[in-house]
């Protein structure tokens, strides 16, 4: 075992530098000391001198990392790496050798931990605590040799205290699960499930700062931290975490559903690129006199029939009005569209918009072309920016696994397990639509809408409803005659044969008439959906990495 201990001239290993290292190696030949002064190759902060005693002077002379490199390593090479907040000394000296080219790799244990695990009675843990607990001889408190000595010691009086079955039980966890954040308990890798599922991470207070979603909670959990603090904001999030929680999900669409729902309610610190404002913007096609006019609508108003089937044309969705408007006269400059027609632009009748002053316009404004020319063109300009309408009269249910998610107009309600607890989610919830579960919903090629199945129970269950389903066509009853396949042969994306299924899929009453039926209810074509999967792949719901600085 090698007990290690580093002073350094900060809390940072991106940016602090070492400048005293001790190792302490203990084998079957008894005890090997070392120790070095660092030249860090910066000035020391006054604060670090007054703790340690080692001040610029006494580094002047003394060699650099690079120059100890291959001594550290072959003292290190072979033995267990045992620090007090291991992760602080093993973070330094990964830094360290990166910086030279280097990948520096061991297994470590933890002092903190040990201590946390085998006296759980006790608050603290820190150094002070040990050497005052167990009275450790420390010589030079502060100095890396006096503390390397110091947890070396605590490690060999520890069979007077602990059985060696236990002891041997701590040591094998925590070697196991060494780059665990000392905050978190060490039994937290066995308690994480296998399966998909968001995960928070909490530090100090009760909001968390960071949320994150997984295909599998355990080991994307235990991947923040067996990082190589190469990443900053990694190395920040093992730093203030103090408690995971995680909610399982039944599988990769309900984990991204509720990632998404869950970073909008709690806006976390470190979630920067999933944390949008609420708020989306679309443009309304409306047909007037002088041929189609686009009013800015703000989607996140609650619910909004005209987004189903049948209502008018939208464009968007948009962050924020600005960025709706600087989208319509990009595509209105480009085609020569009337800014003033358009209703962007505030202009007497009969005078010419400011476009086409700068003979952009082709002339709506003054009579060169006709309203309805106008129009047509307004429709073909924006095409590739059409909102796709909710495909359903109502909410609606996808099935995954073992779980039901309930979308509404684009909103996600939240997911069940029956359809009681469906039904129940609807109840009382204004509805809004919600840009995230748009995208998702409609990437790569609207994958999930397929799936999607109108959600349709008796009426006073379904006070969010806007439309009423057609007469004659809705299945209203619940039973297994509710799943028809109806002669317009959709697919429902439902396999009715798997027994398990059978009686919840049976309980949902599908609607499945040419109007409402997914497929027919995409409308802008491929080149839309393509658009859309490709802004997805690079924003929300790209695999969950920390975003960057
Ligand atoms: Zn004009």
Redesign the pocket.
Known sequence: MAFVDLETTGGTARTDRIIEVAIVVVDDDGEHVWQSLVNPGQRIPQAITALTGIDDAMVADAPTFADLAGEIASRLQGHIFVAHNARFDFGFLKNEFGRLGADFRATVLCTVRLSRRLFPHYARHGLDALIERHRLQVSDRHRALGDAQAIAQFWRLLPRHVDPPVLREAFDALTAVSSLPASLDADLPARLPTGPGVYLFFGENDLPIYIGKAVNLRQRVLNHFSSDHSSQKEMRLSQEVRRVEWRECAGELGALLEEARLVKAMAPVHNRLLRRQEKSFAWRLDDDLFGGRLTLVDLSEPMRAELGPGGPIYYGPYQTRRDAQAAARTLADRDG?????LGLEK?SPGR??F??QVRR??????GLESAAAHHARVDETFATHRLKPWPFAGAAVIEEGAGLHVIHHWDFLGSAGTLDECLALLEGRAVRFDRDVYRLLNAAGGAWLAKARPLVGDGAALAVNSAAPPAGRAASGVGSDAVSDVASGVDCGVDHGVDTNAGKIAAIPVRATAAVAPAAAVTGGTRLADSVAGRHETSAFADTEMPAA
């Open positions: 569209l009337c800014l003033a027609h202009v010419p918009c476009s086409h316009c082709r002339g709506a404004c003054v």
